[in-house]
């Protein structure tokens, strides 16, 4: 069975600094992508950030990066500069083929605090 | 654009009663499914559909049926509803040739009472 496993259910961190969320997966798949997916209060699910297995150099977009360890089955995500509107729950999910179907884990909840 | 809406955003229901729930979406995507989250958990595929007239089971599909009469829409119908329904349900939809990027509704509350 393939499992995305977040050891995290909560976290806190102060505006400005920066925090990282773990996530591990287990799948017999070698393609595969890595989603980091934000939901703040108003429930709407948002993409942050996107991996490809194949591809080796880690992603990142703007403040977000991740650390994508293959052999491990590891991606985490890290929160640079936090902002107070980061403060949300989020998701780690992986995609294997046939493609289309997402599979989550239980989730982390961040708090930013001023 | 509205990209993918949802309708109701909020239904409350009585155990046995039946309701459906719509999505719709505007970006012509192949690709739509309906996902559900339960507190503590990420959400989870109920049904999903790669084309007008093609559904398919996802992870928890007991309890729910599924239409795709056109392709803009994709149906989720609780026959006879159960407490263990409760929950937020989400539509999304991708186009075929990039399934991995779904664009998301913003979610149905049902409670069962």
Same mark, same amino acid.
């Given at each position: ?5 977040? *050891?995290q %259910? ?9 925090v ?5 997966y287990?799948?017999?798949? *070698? ?8 939901q ?6 948002i ?6 297995a ?16 293959? /052999? /491990? ?6 929160? *640079?500069?936090s902002?107070?509107?980061?403060? /949300? ?7 294997? %083929? %046939?493609?289309?179907?997402l ?6 909840q961040?708090?930013?605090? %001023? | ?14 155990t ?32 999903? $559909? ?7 089971k ?8 599924? $239409? ?23 539509c999304? $939809? ?16 049902l409670?069962?009472?």
């Amino acid at each position: 069975a393939q499992t995305v496993t977040q *050891s995290q %259910p909560e976290m806190s961190v102060q505006e400005a600094e920066t925090v990282t969320l773990s996530c591990t997966y287990d799948t017999s798949e *070698s393609n595969y992508y890595l989603f980091w997916y934000k939901q703040p209060p108003s429930r709407q699910m948002i993409l942050v950030i996107r991996q490809e297995a194949y591809k080796q150099q880690n992603a990142t977009e703007n403040r977000f990066s991740v650390n994508f360890q293959k /052999a /491990a089955k590891s991606f985490s995500l890290k929160i *640079s500069d936090s902002q107070l509107g980061d403060t /949300a729950m989020y998701f780690c999910a992986f995609m294997t %083929p %046939p493609w289309g179907k997402l599979q989550f884990g239980a989730g982390t909840q961040v708090v930013v605090t %001023p | 654009n509205a990209g993918v809406t949802q309708t109701p955003k909020f239904r409350v229901l009585k155990t046995g009663q039946s309701m459906t729930l719509l999505c719709a979406q505007d970006m012509n995507h192949e690709y739509m499914y309906w996902y559900r989250q339960d507190p503590g958990m990420g959400l989870r595929l109920i049904h999903y $559909s790669v084309g007008e007239g093609t559904t398919a089971k996802g992870e928890v599909p007991d309890g729910y049926n599924v $239409s795709r009469l056109k392709k803009q829409n994709f149906l989720l119908g609780l026959e006879s509803a159960a407490p263990s329904q409760t929950s937020v349900y989400f539509c999304a $939809s991708s186009y075929q040739g990039a399934p991995e990027t779904q664009y998301f509704g913003p979610g149905t509350r049902l409670l069962v009472l």
